[in-house]
């Protein structure tokens, strides 16, 4: 069984910063990809970012690039999501996702086979 597990979601005032971070457990993968998705009431799971974790490439969508780091640690068990100046419009819950079975369209969440719980981060104007 594969889990999922966010943490580091919290209130911020508009310009500050957030590190998000998803670790892994259970059943491990060859080729595998992480990514991050962001939500809010009423609207659809938006992508934000993802990394394949064989080839280390990172995307992200157009709209975060430069305030949005995706990045894993060594041990490849966790992925973080490092947040810089934030806006009130980043007020979402935020989902790791696990994609298992490539190739993959890494900006849809249809790529991704397992999720965590949802970390709440919420931007204060």
């Known amino acids: 069984q594969v889990q999922l597990v966010e943490s580091g979601g919290g209130l911020v005032h508009t310009g500050g910063s957030l590190r998000l971070s998803c670790t892994t457990s259970?059943?491990?993968?060859?080729?595998?990809?992480m990514g991050w998705f962001r939500q809010t009431p009423g609207k659809e799971r938006e992508f934000v970012a993802a990394?394949?974790?064989?080839?280390?490439?990172?995307y992200y969508a157009e709209s975060l690039k430069g305030r949005f780091t995706i990045s894993r640690d060594n041990a490849k068990t966790t992925v973080y999501l490092q947040m810089n100046s934030l806006k009130p419009e980043d007020t979402a819950t935020y989902y790791c996702?696990?994609?298992?079975?490539?190739?993959?369209?890494?900006?849809?969440?249809?790529?991704?086979?397992?999720w965590g719980q949802g970390a709440q981060v919420t931007v204060s104007s």
């Open positions: 996702a696990l994609g298992t079975s490539p190739p993959y369209e890494f900006g849809s969440s249809s790529a991704y086979d397992y």
């Open positions: 259970g059943r491990t993968f060859s080729r595998y990809a």
């Open positions: 990394i394949g974790w064989n080839t280390g490439n990172r």
